[in-house]
């Protein structure tokens, strides 16, 4: 989908006369999540990955929620909190299938957070991205699967 969407928006630049981004690196972007997402499907986890592109260590994969990523309990487990680069939605579609990342601990939303839509499967870099807080998101500290309607218009992570 990223790939057709992509080809789409680079068929209308040329077509304006406008530069299309050559470097490998932008015709690479994504392609390790594309595959990490690709082989998982619709399993109903939440993943994140300490590399951007979803490379690097695995830190965790839930179907649940999990308050506090630092703690030593939980799918998401001590440093865990400081070092997510990357996360996938591999969540089921229907009812809570939003996945909500929070800058403070038990889901604390007035700190802020981002949310992951189960239809942009994942964020190859969350640090390009601002929790609602206006804080980038170095770091998560808990999350949890909500609906769509939990999550405010500027939250969404791409």
């Known amino acids: 989908m990223r790939k057709l969407?992509?080809?789409?928006?680079?068929?209308?630049?040329?077509?304006?006369?406008?530069?299309?981004?050559?470097?490998?690196?932008?015709a690479e972007q994504g392609q390790y999540c594309d595959a990490e997402w690709s082989s998982h499907g619709r399993d109903?986890?939440?993943r994140a990955w300490n590399g951007f592109d979803c490379t690097g260590?695995?830190?965790g994969v839930?179907?649940?929620?999990?308050?506090?990523?630092?703690?030593?309990?939980?799918p998401f487990q001590g440093n865990d909190w400081s070092e997510p680069k990357s996360v996938?939605?591999?969540?089921?579609?229907?009812?809570?299938?939003v996945v909500a990342f929070y800058?403070?601990?038990?889901?604390?939303?007035?700190?802020?957070?981002?949310c992951?839509?189960?239809?942009?499967?994942y964020a190859d870099d969350v640090t390009d991205n601002r929790y609602t807080s206006g804080s980038v998101p170095n770091?998560?500290?808990?999350?949890?699967?909500?609906?769509?309607?939990?999550?405010?218009?500027d939250s969404w992570l791409t």
Do not use: F, K
């Not at 996938?88 to 299938?97: E, L, S, V």
């Not at 992951?116 to 499967?121: H, K």
């Open 5 to 26: 969407t992509t080809a789409i928006a680079a068929t209308g630049l040329m077509a304006l006369g406008l530069a299309v981004p050559t470097s490998a690196h932008a």
């Open 57 to 59: 260590t695995l830190l």
């Open 62 to 74: 839930t179907p649940g929620n999990d308050p506090d990523w630092s703690d030593s309990s939980g």
């Open 44 to 46: 109903g986890n939440v």
């Open 139 to 153: 770091h998560i500290s808990s999350h949890r699967w909500v609906q769509n309607t939990a999550c405010a218009t």
């Open 103 to 114: 800058l403070a601990l038990n889901y604390a939303s007035e700190h802020g957070y981002v």
């Open 116 to 121: 992951l839509s189960p239809y942009e499967l």
């Open 88 to 97: 996938a939605n591999n969540g089921t579609i229907g009812g809570n299938d």
